[in-house]
């Protein structure tokens, strides 16, 4: 009794299913051997008038844009508190635009943007006393 086996595929597109195989294998290889390009944050919350720590300063921190931004594994917003050293550090913030948002009792909340282009970035927050309220009555 003689077998017969064929297949419908031809030569070119074996080749083809093994090449492409062989490039994502090559691609997932590069991505994890890709230098990491992550920062460390590290920010100090002082009063404007008297240079003192403010502590329980809620910090929040929001990746706007830079080379990570659309890599769905990669957190994008991160917040903490301040101790009572007025200081707080984030690990692992992926390089580019964040905004950086402090809000902490009795205190102006501060909200500005800044680029972390360095492996360990360092910041100075200063908060101010509201502003007086003058009313017509």
Do not use: C
């Amino acid at each position: 009794m003689i077998e017969w086996s064929f297949s419908m595929e031809s030569p070119s597109s074996r080749n083809l299913g093994r090449f492409i195989a062989l490039a994502l294998i090559l691609s997932a290889k590069l991505v994890a051997a890709a230098p990491d390009e992550s920062s460390r944050l590290i920010l100090q919350v002082l009063t404007d008038d008297g240079k003192k720590p403010v502590a329980s300063a809620h910090i929040v921190v929001r990746f706007v844009s830079g080379k990570k931004f659309f890599i769905k594994d990669k957190r994008t917003s991160w917040e903490t508190q301040t101790n009572r050293k007025g200081e707080v550090m984030l690990d692992d913030l992926p390089m580019g635009h964040v905004k950086i948002q402090v809000i902490a009792k009795g205190y102006q909340t501060f909200g500005d943007e800044f680029d972390l282009k360095k492996p360990e970035e360092e910041l100075t927050i200063l908060l101010k006393l509201p502003a007086k309220q003058v009313s017509a009555y």
